[in-house]
């Protein structure tokens, strides 16, 4: 009876968080660049039974030796959906989509003006930001105030007396506003970098990743799994902003079985319950 209680009470905990990433998702449906998270679970291995005598026959075995007693389950791994979420077209030149691999750097700068902390998005919606340093001059910047960075992870700055616009690869491309003198701005263009592995990135709030340390393999940094793409590599799309890839009819379905464990379970429970109250009274 108190395995019953002990495998059904460790659902519940599982499948609430279960619950919890759903909602998450189906919350921001609308919220651009989000990619949805996925949960696993995995069983709990709480005991063991040592009678096992050819002990020969467990080698290379990395769970505990002889019969293996569970006792529920728990989350096992919440894992990034890189999918690529529908393309929106706004019409703003500073509104970025990326197609394939990659993601924005964004930085959030000193009083100096340089970037201290960068961190990795896909959502694309920028705006110029007058720079409080400089007048006459711009920075991209997204809603939560971050710097958008270049290929030397320096914020991109602009001015006033040209128009502006972001080819496909990422360069970025000065006219004067009578249209003519078209020309490339030197020695900056959006810098878009691949991840290598997206489940080392966690989640900062505001739709914003930075590597989780305690993610990555012994002996690395971040350098190992950050590479700054070359030009060709990219793919920016001009006036679109990348979708949520959140199915919501899929999401809904999940949801909904995922409450229907959860009830079962707290079943379970109440029925534990009520078993060892009656072996309680019946040893009185």
Sequence with gaps: MNTSLYISSSALIAYQQKIDTSANNIANVN???????????????????????????????????????????????????????QAQ???????????????FQVGYPTGQGTAAEIRYTRDGSFH???DPDQSGKYHLVNAN???LLDQNGQPIQLDGQNEVSINSNGQIQLRNKNG???AFLSGQQVGIVDIQNPHVLQNMGNNEFTINPTALSNGAGAANYVRMMAPGE???????????NVDLSEEMTDLMTTQRGFQLNARAVSYADQMMGIANSIMK
Excluded: C, H
């Excluded at 990219?234 to 949520?244: D, I, M, N, P």
């Design 128 to 130: 110029l930001s007058p």
């Design 234 to 244: 990219v793919q920016l799309s001009s006036g679109y902003l990348e979708g949520s």
């Design 89 to 103: 077209e706004t019409g703003n030149p500073f509104d970025l989509m990326i197609s394939g691999n990659g993601f």
């Design 180 to 182: 003519q003198g078209a």
């Design 31 to 85: 919220t651009p660049g989000f990619k949805r998270r996925e949960q696993s679970f995995t069983e709990i291995l709480a005991s063991q039974i040592n009678n096992q005598t050819r002990t020969s026959q467990e080698i290379g075995r990395l769970t505990p030796a002889g019969i293996r007693v569970g006792y529920g389950t728990r989350t096992g791994l919440t894992q990034l959906d890189t999918a690529q979420g």
């Design 145 to 147: 105030g971050g710097y």
